[in-house]
């Protein structure tokens, strides 16, 4: 169920965003430009793995916890709710793909 | 009118929630950022020219807070929950804002 | 205690009236070692006969006493007023996400209700058993239950916690805790039924780890960590059921 997802997807994002977030303090080191990052992204397989099992991670991780947050803190509650927050999901799953694919080298 | 105080576990949950919030405001805007790589590096390059202002530095640096924040109290959630860890005392807490503060401090350090 | 402190008067403010109302303030001589139920008492006593409060053993042990004091939630009767009193005012209110009966009673009913549809209640099975169960105190389970069977349902936990504020249908920490002990239970026969009724919409997962009624138990149960064995417990049954 959703709690299963939302902790299961937690424990692997646990692990990708500690990767990503020393990812970022070494790149940003000295300033940022896109033949950096793309030096090192175009054709890099690994690379477009792990992100894209970042992305499908995301995208089961942070629609569940809006829910609670909008559940608990809003009146909106049923299948509206669901419905919006699915569109949400197949938003961040479909931006964030194409964002992998669009530095791995289209 | 009925106010129970403001407990360190209700700030830790709270601080999660709303730098979760942030986090997913945040994310479509990055994969639409990135994906302008794919009309090629100057695309992408013209894009990260923006964030070289102040006020988006200032705004980077925040969502990079957030994330660290939101990971580490996070963490806090799944040790109680599936690891039996039995947090009573300020200390877990403690430990979480340092080392997002670490973070922050190693993003600013860097950037320069 | 100095003749100085002994001579001060405490300002108390107290609710009167039900969902609306206001708070009646009365002046009430400090006296040494007094109590807040001390406190509540000399005011329906000497002041205001009309003022509505619930206690009876007195010495923390039947948790009727429990009322908001300056914010926050306790057994009034444990409660030493040199405790808790800010630059002389006290403020007792009602449990909160209680419905209020009247001044500082609160309607129980939903809390109890609460409490069997976690099915808070032991399942003896069908059939007698043969023999009488052996339970060595020192297993895991035992011990886990042994930690949440002090509970007396004094609604300390219930009114600490934020969630039981935001989400109507959520069970709260003293019917969650209650439901683990059981879980715990080796001799108990209602372990599917308990965990659907800990799953459901209101159930243990809409916990998000405030840790408020750990905070304010005046038992020292942590019902936080009751309910993380039932997330656990929940999450285990899924995988196995997916598996």
Redesign the interface.
């Known amino acids: 169920m959703l709690f299963a997802a939302q902790r299961a997807t937690a424990f692997v994002l646990a692990f990708a965003v500690a990767v990503h977030l020393a990812t970022i303090l070494y790149a940003v080191r000295g300033g940022l430009t896109a033949a950096e990052i793309l030096t090192r992204t175009h054709g890099n397989v690994a690379f477009a793995l792990f992100y894209g099992l970042f992305v499908v991670a995301v995208a089961v991780h942070a629609p569940i916890g809006l829910r609670n947050v909008l559940r608990d803190w809003t009146a909106w509650r049923g299948r509206s709710l669901d419905v919006a927050l699915t569109v949400f999901s197949l938003a961040l799953l479909v931006l964030g793909l194409r964002a992998v694919f669009a530095v791995y080298g289209a | 009118m009925r106010a129970s105080h403001v407990q360190r576990g209700f700030v830790a949950a709270t601080l999660h929630r709303l730098s979760g919030i942030a986090l997913a405001i945040f994310l479509p805007l990055h994969f639409l950022a990135l994906a302008t790589a794919l009309n090629g590096a100057n695309a992408l390059d013209t894009f990260l020219a923006i964030t070289r202002q102040p006020i988006v530095a200032f705004l980077e640096w925040a969502i990079v807070v957030a994330l660290a924040l939101h990971m580490t109290l996070g963490l806090r959630v799944l040790a109680v929950e599936f690891f039996d860890f039995r947090e009573r005392t300020l200390a877990a807490l403690s430990l979480c804002l340092a080392a997002v503060a670490a973070v922050g401090l190693l993003f600013v350090l860097n950037l320069g | 205690m100095s003749e100085a402190a002994l001579q001060k008067t405490l300002n108390v403010e107290v609710w009167r009236g039900a969902a609306s109302g206001r708070f009646q303030s009365f002046a009430i001589p400090r006296r040494a070692h007094q109590t807040v139920l001390d406190v509540v008492t000399e005011i329906q006593r000497e002041h205001d006969a009309t003022l509505s409060y619930r206690f009876a053993c007195r010495v923390g042990m039947c948790g009727s006493c429990a009322m908001?004091v300056n914010?926050?939630?306790r057994w009034t009767c444990r409660t030493r007023v040199s405790e808790v009193v800010e630059g002389g005012r006290l403020r007792l209110?009602?449990l909160?996400n209680f419905a209020i009966v009247k001044d500082l009673a609160v309607e129980m009913t939903q809390f109890f209700d609460k409490w069997k549809a976690a099915h808070g209640y032991f399942e003896p099975g069908a059939a007698p058993e043969k023999d009488f169960a052996v339970v060595p105190p020192e297993t895991k389970e035992r011990q886990a239950a042994d930690a949440g069977i002090e509970c007396i349902g004094c609604g300390v936990c219930y009114?600490?916690c934020?969630?039981v504020a935001?989400?109507k249908d959520y069970l709260g920490p003293a019917a969650l805790n209650r439901a683990w002990t059981l879980v715990n239970d080796v001799r108990d026969h209602g372990q599917m039924e308990r965990l659907d009724a800990v799953?459901s919409e209101g159930g243990c997962?809409?916990c998000?780890?405030?840790?408020?009624c750990?905070?304010?138990c005046p038992k020292a149960i942590?019902p936080?960590?009751a309910i993380?064995?039932l997330?656990?417990a929940?999450?285990k049954r899924?995988?196995r059921g997916a598996g």
């Not at chain 3, 998000?208 to 408020?212: A, G, L, Q």
């Open positions: 908001v914010g926050r939630p209110e009602p909160r009114s600490a934020d969630v935001w989400e799953s997962q809409a998000h780890t405030h840790m408020s750990t905070r304010f942590e936080t960590y993380a064995g997330k656990r929940m999450v899924a995988l």
